[in-house]
């Protein structure tokens, strides 16, 4: 069982930056294809980023691509997203999640293991 905890999230101006982390607790993180989602009140979950086990190869929403990088540190079992020119649509509970496969996915149901979530909220 992999367990997924997220943190970085919290009340931002719009214009502003955050970085979420996800912390893994698992020797075999560095298998596994990291993918970062979001949900809004009201609204599906939705696919924010995507990073294959190596770091190499990434994937990014239409809304999100040039203001949101993701990354990981395998040695520290822990993926990343720095969210930057924040605006109030990005406001969601943002989930971490893992997949068996080592490359990512824009699709949820393709990932095996989720975090709790953590809630971002970007004030106008």
């Known amino acids: 069982q992999v367990k997924l905890v997220e943190s970085g999230g919290g009340l931002v101006q719009a214009g502003g930056s955050l970085r979420l982390s996800c912390v893994a607790s698992e020797r075999t993180f560095s298998s596994r294809a990291m993918g970062w989602f979001r949900q809004a009140p009201g609204k599906e979950r939705e696919f924010v980023a995507a990073?294959?086990?190596?770091?190499?190869?990434?994937y990014y929403a239409d809304s999100v691509k040039g203001r949101f990088t993701i990354s990981r540190d395998n040695a520290k079992n822990t993926v990343y997203v720095q969210m930057g020119s924040l605006k109030p649509d990005d406001t969601a509970v943002y989930y971490c999640?893992?997949?068996?496969?080592?490359?990512?996915?824009?699709?949820?149901?393709?990932?095996?293991?989720w975090g709790q979530g953590t809630q971002v909220t970007v004030s106008s």
């Open positions: 999640a893992a997949r068996t496969a080592g490359l990512g996915s824009r699709w949820y149901a393709d990932y095996d293991y």
């Open positions: 990073i294959d086990r190596n770091g190499m190869i990434t």
